[in-house]
C-alpha cells in the first residue's frame, strides 16, 4: 500500500460515506452543462461571473458552492483559433480570486495566474488570445493558498477550442447528442448530505480526496441515452487529488486526443490514468451494444483508500449510456487524426532539473489548525529546495528555446503542470509513457526516476506576470510545490 493512500485511510475514517459503491443505486441523468459557443463570432465582450451559490449534488441537500454564471462550476466556452476571447471576469465571492486558463499558449499577463488576483467585487478583463490548435482545456481559480478550496467548491469550467480541421473532422461533434463534455470530481458530503471541505494534516499531505465521485455536478452514477453509432466523451479530471483510472464495462477506450490535441491516430486501451487537471477524448463505440458504463477503479493506481482497503479492482460506473434506435455517428473509428512531429531532444538546448519536496520542515497539524484553510507560502512543501514564494523567480527561460524539463520526487505521485505551453513527454517515471500520453500534453505523471518533458515556450512571460509550474494536487500546490519562471 502507497503511503499515500494509507494516510487517506486515516482522513477518510471520520468522514461519512456517500455513494461510492452503490453501483445498483438509480442513476440521476447526466447533466448537460451550459455551452457559450464562440465559435460563430464574437460580438461582445463575454462575462463570466464568479459567485457563492447553492447547488443540490442529488441526494437532495443543499450544498455552498461557488460558480461561474451558474449555481456550480461553470460553462462550457467554445472558441475557435484565430479567436481572441475578450473576458470580462467579475469577482462576486467575498474573497480575493484568480482565474487561470489552464493548457492555453498565451502570454503571462493574461493567463490568470496568483499575480492577476482580482479582488472581490473587481472586473479583469482580459482578451484572450487564442493561437493553437483544436484541444480541451479548461479554467479555474488559481488563487495562491486557495486554489484548493476554490476550485473544489466550484470555481472551474471548460474552454474546448476547435480549429478548421476540428470542426470538417469525420467525428461525432452534435453537443449534447453524441458529443459529451465530462467533468469528474471527488466530493466529500457530511452526515447531512452537504459538501464539506476540511484541510488536516493529511489532507495536506495527500491531497483532499472524496469518497463519492461527481459528474457534472451530480453524483454518480449518471445515465444518458445516446443514438447508434460512435460517441465521443471529452473528459476532464477536476479533482483537486485523485487519479482517475477509466475504463468501459464493455469495449475498449478509444483516445483521440490529450491535454493539447489530437493524438496521431486513435488509441485503444484497456484503460487510462487521469491524474487531477489531465483532459483525454475517447470514442466509446454504441453501435453493437445496448448499454455502456464508462467505469472508475477506485482501486487502480492512485485510487485512494479504496485501494488499500480491498485491493484489486473495484470498478465503479460513473456514467452509463444506453443506446436508443436513432441512427448517430456512423462513420468508422478514425485512423488519421493530426500530424504529430517526431520527438527530437537533440533539438534541446537548456536542461533544468527538477526535485520536488514534502514536508520540508512544517508542522503540517498546526499549519491545519493555524491557517484555516489558508496554506499559501506555509513552505511545508518546495521544488528543489524552495517553497513556492510570489516574489521569487525561479527560472527564466529564453523565448522559442527548445527544452528538457526533468522532473523526480522521491515519496508519492505528483501530477505536474507547465503553464503557457504544450509538451511532448520523453519519459514518464523512468518509463516509455503510455501511448495515449504521447501526444500535445501539458501534465506529467511523476513518481519513480525521471520524469523527462520536451518543451518550447512561444510566448512572453515578465516578471509582474511570471508563469508556474507545480503539482495539480491543489494542496500541494498551496503548500508551496510550485515556481515561477519568466519568459523573455
Ligand atoms: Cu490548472 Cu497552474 O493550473
Ligand atoms: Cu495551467
Ligand atoms: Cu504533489
Known sequence: MKRRQFLFASAASTMAFGSVGLAQAAARPLPLIPMTDLTGGIDARVPLNLAPGTHDFGNGAISQTLGINHNYLGPVIRAKQGQTIPFDVANGIGDTSTIHWHGLHIPGDVDGGPHQEIADGDVWSPDVPIVQHASMNWFHSHMHGKTAQQTYKGLAGVLLIEDDASLSADLPKTYGVDDFTIVLQDKAFDASGRMGYALTAEVFEDGFEGDTIVVNGA????????????????????????????SMETGPLAVIASDGGFLSS????????MSPGERYEVLVDMKTVDTNALNVNLAGDGGGFLAGLFGGNQLTPVLTLSRTADEGFTGAMPDKLANLDALRPQDATVTRSFQLQMDVGADLVALAMAWDNFCGNAGAMAINGQPMNMDRIDETVRKGDTEIWRISVDDQLHPIHIHGCSFRILSQSGAEPPAYAQGWKD??????GWSDVLVRFDHEAPENAPYMYHCHILEHEDCGMMGQFTVT
Open 219 to 246: 453524483i454518480a452514477p449518471v445515465s444518458q441515452t445516446v443514438p447508434t453509432g460512435l460517441v465521443r466523451l471529452r473528459i476532464l479530471n477536476a479533482c483537486n487529488a485523485r487519479f482517475l483510472e477509466l
Open 266 to 273: 486513435a488509441v485503444e486501451v484497456e484503460s487510462i490514468l
Open 443 to 448: 501534465m506529467v505523471h511523476v513518481e519513480d
